[in-house]
């Protein structure tokens, strides 16, 4: 029989190996023929022990319930399991099947005895009663089978319960649910109809037909044929099982004879299936998801592929949400299980997912594309993965490499298969009309296909006009375009690398702008995918970005606009939009992976500051929907506004938002249950707004109608009908019901997510039990709030919620809540929660309640008083939904119990100290009102301080005031610090307080050094009440701040060994791991990274200098893999702190934000590494020196210190001594001048003669002149930068001026003259001279004739010096106006008439001939400084052409008398112009500025053409020619752009001008046509048209009465 070989096997299996294992599908296949045997084994055997023979064989069946087995689809041989009856249940339904096709009554009859055996024993068992089976012998493993020596137990009068009408036994056990929805499946596969007859008439006893059986539980039975259809492969008996069920359930006959038969049994199949798809996709796929085995998720999937055949393509819009969560969650799963078997099953479910995924898609583009767009990141997202070309996957330390997954053939085919798909999916949307149709959804993502496999995908695209640019080309785009080196037509610049730059910015802003909208996406992996490919580029275009950075303020239009657009992000800029949004990700993100993908973005973006960026950052504000609900509820408190309105608000936004969102298929069953339960209410309240509606709104779905057309316009018009319309039909239920925790809450609570989560639950709870409005609101809810894409709705409910209780619960309850929320601002259980940033949102919950009551009560009192009475807000049928006046009551109660102060405290400790100190105001300004109009204090009372309090302090506590102090100090507010402490009585103050507010005031202006001196005087202290640890950790602060690192690690080491406390424990060992990389001694490094290893440090900056001093230790031992890993836990730790000062302002964050831009650097040097590249590359250090000129400069040095390691990691002293250079110079812009003076002096020790650049010795040496001009000693600082006589040197000749430069400046430097190069010679030299000069002349050391004479010598040593042009024109233009200044003065004191008075300053000027030498030798040296660079086109142009105008307009006459006074106050010497001088000398500077204007670049003169315009009627004729061609060619070069400037001309009042405007219009047009660009010419020529029909069109518009004017922002 076949039992005996089951046993022979068991044995021999335990023999063998007990390791081997089998499918436990197999087994099941073993279980009917034994039971069978064993059931009819003998007429004389005893039932009772054939059953206890059966009830110890069933231990060693596997079943799908054993816990304890790691590998969860396969069980060990020979071993029994934890339970028999989870194993007969497994066994059962197939038995019961078997048994009825082979038409066996009386083995069915004995298994319906022994299911009630096993119920009788698991019954004794739970009584204790065991002594029925304890003296039964335990089967063993190889015994033989057989019935001597049983005692028969079951001798009774009546007979055990087993025995009992087994036919009717037999009768309830087939029709319960459980057994035949898998028995009927069985029976119909089979072709023959006996088995069906015999199970209707015989074992059912005729008591139902066939139809009556499949409808009567016909969504189980569906359920039962669709699960049969995953099970094998050959799916064709479970088809036609399924097709014959759908047949004898709608009456017809059960035979498929014919095709014809076999089409209406398809039809009837896809009727049935249709009609309940969503029961089958959540109960057959999406139940339990994540809990099942892969071969689980395979015969699922297998279900879904063939369920999707019978699904009508009307229908499946509606289900896109779902199917596309399960597609996509099985897609991604890798190949890296541990044996071949498994990776086989994992490739075929993600074969499986791209199939159901193209079925399902065809279905959805045959009715409704743009429910596909809509969703076609989600869609794209998922299939990445698949169409990536490698197959390396990383999982905690494991790797699958290409090369093993290559030699199983059958992952490889099956991976070339599921790529095919997934192209083929591709394909599909973007060919014929779906690609028409969906090209503008493409747009959003078309930066996700850039991988080859999709090559002819993007040709598609391409045709239909999406643009695919080609960033990561960009090296090969600009050989392409210098190798042509073509001259574009009408683009600014003709220079092709120009032509090539502007576009890549435009690209790049282009596609930043695209992701940037997709930061926010509700889908995880969306998210995920979007913040790697910003980061990489980022990373590939620096450069580019780099320009964006520096072109965001000059672009801004908000700089412009009077009126501040509702819209902030309309004005803000492409760079400062995408760091708010990241910034807002970096609050919201919990999960790890995305947190550190956007700590990489935030490290690329890098730490941009504040003056370069376009518009004011607002934190705090994104793109999701909680931050929108907000808003939405802020305007409409519950008393004003119907539960209708709520309901449809949680159902459109915020659970639909959820359901997006939702991770998992039992997230999504959540939130689905609360849409379906709101739909319902909504429609009732609509329809019917007096009956009152019940708590419990779970009903039927035949109860429930028709969705209400109004209800449907609805949720079209907001776009969510196709994702919320499904769960109108469906008819969950809440099966599990978990135990309802009480209050408090936050001790048990390890995240934010379980806080609020049990929280808002036990309020809905107790909503039911008491009389509450709106319980049936937060009733329905309630499955979402337990889910963690819930978690919007509970915080937009949270509010409403604490209202409710208020309002109708009782004095308990509101006992309760107050205690929470105080519980939660104390924050007693902060450690975990702060290190994960969970507290800091917990506090930010409490102040969101806290703000929307007082916005709430507020606008109450403002209507109240605006209407004459206050009326109380009545529903439109008479009933108040809400009490008005108690919930103003309460809210005031509630807010009265929740102290400032305490408010205050929770916001200093998580980092929003703005509010804290708005806090802090609030409760000072509260006790001076509260005793004022209380009694307590009389007028004069109020305005006195506290005792020993300073006036500003008030009346607040001491604890209130050390409080603001550490706020104000945190803010780096030193005003309001030293005036809080200004005339604070000493005496009743203690010492340690007395010397921490001097410290507070020292390190808030930047003065460590004096800091440094109060934290030395304060360790003096003896039984002082303020730890000496703080005074040590405050010390060694301000040694690493001013440089001394050494003092660090030696102050450190004495302060463990006085210590007892433990190395590895000590708070100070961060510190010196700080000191000792930027000191870069590696073997103190490792000793003390060593003894902080598994520290348990909870200060988030001590973890990150551990972690980052680690980091640095493994690149130095070239261990890249674990400088990676201690780089991203040095993100994650950032990323704690960030998400705690994301949300009070972007200065409070920057600090984090250079940290992580310091780990992008250090990054890219390990990975330098990790290629091979020892060294530091020139592409690294361009990049390094354009991020210093975009980073806040009191931020550079923490930067400059990391790369500093780098450098020395790399073993590059002259890089090492430039650094320490530039931290120098950083320092001393600061004012720190002690921290420069200790750089420059380790530059020097750092600088090599032999290895570095002369001109690193001569910027030390200039900028250690520049530090002792700072400090105040001017005489030392031009001794150190003695560069001689000027005026000897301008006397000599060009040649000999070189050689004299050289050996001057080898004078300072101190090496010999022969050992310079002169151009670097030169470079130093004007430098020098330049800052000389410029000293000389701040502080009147030289006079003037040296001061030009200096000019003349930089300008004859380096003729095409940009920089010195400008300077020489700036100095020479002042001298004139000092002059012209002078000469006014004097003549109104040398005046003999009152009526003629002095001259102007126009009059000075044609007068002096010396004044007009230096306006023409200034506007010469500004023209030659545009000529040479644009460096200067905002400061040299402006002054260049108002200086030109001013002196070509002179034309004013001199009296007789001013001529006597002029030449009266020049004391004869007399240098007067004539007017023909004057007219010469305007003559020269026309013919001057005409050559000069050629060989300035015409996007300068573009930048000016307003004041060009402005002049083109000037009085010289000369200058009106010259100014009239200018404007010409920047027409030609530019029409497009400027076309629409000259339209002010082209339609101007003065005839003259207009006809100014059309000749200059018609030349350039005919110029252009015989240039060859006939383009721009007929662009010109339409123009005129266009200009006439807008200002036609706008006087149409002024002569319309209703017109009031324009609104202009």
Known sequence: ??????????????????????????????????????????????????????????????????????????????????????????????????????????????????????????????????????????????????????????????????????????????????????????????????????????????????????????????????????????????????????????????????????????????????????????????????????????????????????????????????????????????????????????????????????????????????????????????????????????????????????????????????????????????????????????????????????????????????????????????????????????????????????????????????????????????????????????????????????????????????????????????VTSLIQRLLARSVRESEDIPRRLVASCLGEVGAVGEHMLNGTIMLGQEDYSGEESHKWRLKRPPWKTKPEDYELQLVTKNLVWALRAATSSADQHKVGYSIQQLLVLIQRGRVDNTTTKQHNTTTKEHQKGPMAKWLVEILSEVGVRQDVEPFWSTDFHETEVTNKKKPPFLENSSTYLSWISNWCRYMTFRSQSRQSSWSHLFNACRTALRSAAGLTVAEFLLPLLVLDRLCFGDAAEEKDIVQEME??????????????????????????????????????????????????????????????????????????????????????????????????????????????????????????????????????????????????????????????????????????????????????????????????????????????????????????????????????????????????????????????????????????????????????????????????????????????????????????????????????????IVRLRSLQELEDFARLGDRGIPSITTDVLDDWNRRLEIIAPESAVSLMNIRLAIARLANNRALEGKLFLNVGRRARKNGKFHIATTYFTKADDALDLQSCAMSDFSQLQLERAKLKYHVGESSAALRLLDLGNFEAMARMESRESQVEATRRVAAIVGIEANQMDERDAADVFVHAALKSIKWMVDDGLKAGQEILSGFRVIQRIAPKWEKGHFRYAKYVESVMKSRIALLQRRSSTHSSSGNDGGLTANQALALDRASQKYLILAVQHYAEALTLDLKHLYQALPRLLSLWFQFTSINEKVTQAQKIALTQSQRGNVNQASPSVLSSNQDQLNELIAKSAKGIAPQAFYSAIAQLISRITHAHKDTKSIVEKILARILQKFPEQAMWQFAWLVHAKDTVRRNIGLDLFSKVQESLRKGGNKNMGDLLLSSRSLFKYLHDSELRLLSKSSFRGFCIK
């Open 1 to 574: 029989t076949a039992g005996l070989p089951f046993g022979e096997t068991l044995c021999l299996f335990q023999k063998l190996d007990p390791s081997l294992t089998v499918r436990t599908r197999l087994l099941s296949h073993c279980a009917p023929p034994i039971f069978q045997d064993i059931l009819l084994g003998g007429d004389d055997v005893d039932q009772e022990s054939v059953y206890r023979i059966l009830n110890s064989l069933l231990k060693y069946f596997p079943n799908n319930h054993h816990e304890d087995e790691e590998n969860s689809e396969c069980v060990v041989l020979g071993s029994p399991t934890a339970s028999t009856e989870h194993a007969f249940e497994e066994i059962l339904p197939v038995v019961f099947g078997r048994l009825v096709l082979e038409e066996d009554y009386d083995a069915l009859r004995l298994l319906s005895g022994f299911k009630l055996f096993v119920l009788h024993q698991k019954k004794l068992d739970s009584r204790g009663e065991r002594n029925a089976i304890s003296s039964f012998p335990h089967l063993q493993v190889g015994d033989r089978l057989c019935w001597d020596g049983y005692i028969n137990w079951g001798s009774r009068a009546k007979g055990p319960p087993w025995t009992r009408d087994l036919d009717n036994q037999t009768y309830r056990l087939c029709i319960a649910p459980d057994i035949i929805e898998r028995i009927m499946p069985i029976i119909f596969q089979r072709v023959r109809r006996q088995p069906l007859l015999f199970f209707v008439k015989r074992v059912l006893g005729g008591k139902h037909n066939i139809r009556d059986i499949v409808c009567l539980r016909e969504q189980l039975m569906l359920k039962g044929f669709v699960k049969e259809l995953g099970k094998s492969i050959n799916s064709q008996p479970a088809l036609r099982a399924l097709q014959m069920a759908s047949i004898v359930r709608e009456g017809s006959t059960m035979v498929l004879s014919s095709q014809d038969d076999a089409n209406s049994g398809l039809a009837q199949a896809s009727s049935w299936v249709s009609s309940h798809f969503m029961y089958i996709l959540v109960n057959v796929v999406q139940f339990r998801w994540q809990q099942k085995k892969s071969y689980e998720k395979v015969e699922d999937l297998r279900s879904l592929h063939l369920m999707l055949d019978f699904l009508r393509a009307a229908e499946s819009a509606q289900y896109l949400p779902q199917i596309m969560a399960t597609v996509s969650a099985a897609a991604a799963q890798r190949l890296d299980a541990d044996t071949c078997v498994e990776r086989r099953t994992l490739a075929e479910l993600r074969y499986l997912a791209v199939g159901c995924m193209l079925k399902f898609i065809r279905l959805v583009a045959a009715v409704s594309l743009e429910t596909l767009g809509e969703s076609l990141a989600s869609l794209v997202v998922s299939l990445i993965p698949i169409l990536r070309d490698d197959t390396e996957v990383e999982d905690r330390g494991r790797c699958v490499r290409k090369a093993e997954v290559a030699i199983d053939p059958v992952l490889t085919r099956i991976g070339g298969e599921t790529r095919s798909i997934a192209v083929s999916i591709m394909r599909f949307l973007v060919e014929g009309d779906a690609g028409r149709m969906l090209a503008d959804y493409f747009r959003n993502v078309a930066f996700l296909f850039q991988m080859p496999v999709l090559r002819h995908v993007r040709g598609s695209l391409e045709s239909y006009g999406v643009d695919f640019d080609c960033l990561q080309d960009s090296e090969s785009m600009e050989a392409d375009s210098v190798s042509k080196s073509t001259q574009s037509e009408g683009s600014i610049g003709g220079d092709s690398r120009t032509r090539l730059a502007l576009s890549k910015q435009m690209v790049l802003r282009q596609r930043i702008d695209t992701i940037s909208g997709l930061l926010a996406h509700e889908d995880q992996s969306v998210r995920q995918e979007v913040l790697k490919h910003l980061a990489k580029l980022l990373r590939e275009n620096r450069k580019t970005f780099h320009t964006l950075i520096e072109n965001e303020s000059s672009t801004s239009a908000g700089s412009f606009l009077t009126e501040s657009d509702e819209d902030q992000n309309a004005t803000k800029g492409t």
């Open 823 to 1152: 519980g939660a601002l104390k924050l007693k259980k902060t450690k975990l929660l702060m290190q994960r940033g969970e507290g800091q949102k917990i506090v930010n919950a409490v102040f969101t309640i806290i703000d929307t009551f007082q916005y709430w009560l507020e606008r109450d009192i403002e209507d109240r008083y605006k209407r004459r009475s206050s009326e109380r807000k009545v529903s439109d049928d008479g009933v108040e939904s809400w009490p008005q006046d108690e919930s103003a009551m309460r809210i005031e109660d509630l807010l009265v119990q929740i102290p400032l102060e305490l408010q205050a405290t929770a916001a200093e400790r998580v980092g929003m100290n703005s509010r804290s100190l708005r806090l802090l105001e609030m409760a000072s300004r509260a006790k001076v009102s509260e005793g004022l109009f209380g009694g307590t204090l009389s007028a004069a009372q109020s305005d006195r301080p506290r005792s020993g309090a300073s006036m500003p302090a008030g009346t607040c506590t001491v604890e209130c005031v050390q409080l603001m102090k550490g706020v104000l100090s945190s803010l780096d507010d030193y005003e309001t610090l030293t005036s809080l402490a200004k005339g604070e009585n000493s005496t009743q103050q203690p010492t340690s307080s007395k010397i921490l507010d001097n410290i507070r005031e020292q390190l808030a202006a930047g003065d460590f050094e004096d800091a440094l001196q109060g934290y030395e005087r304060g360790l003096q202290l003896r039984n002082d009440s303020v730890p000496r640890q703080v005074f040590h950790q405050g010390i060694l602060r301000c040694l690493l701040e001013l440089g001394q690192h050494q003092s660090v690690l030696n102050q450190v080491r004495g302060i463990i060994s006085a210590s007892s406390e433990k190395p590895g424990g000590n708070k100070l060992l961060p510190y010196a791991i700080q000191a000792a990389w930027r000191l870069g001694d590696w073997t103190t490094l490792s000793k003390v990274a060593s003894e902080a290893e598994g520290s348990d440090v909870s200060d988030l900056d001590g973890r990150y200098n551990i972690l980052l001093g680690q980091a640095i230790l493994s690149i130095q031992k070239k261990d890249s893999t674990a400088a990676f890993r201690q780089i991203a836990d040095c993100r994650s730790t950032v990323m704690e702190r960030l998400a705690i000062t994301g949300r009070d302002s972007y200065a409070r964050s920057y600090e984090q």
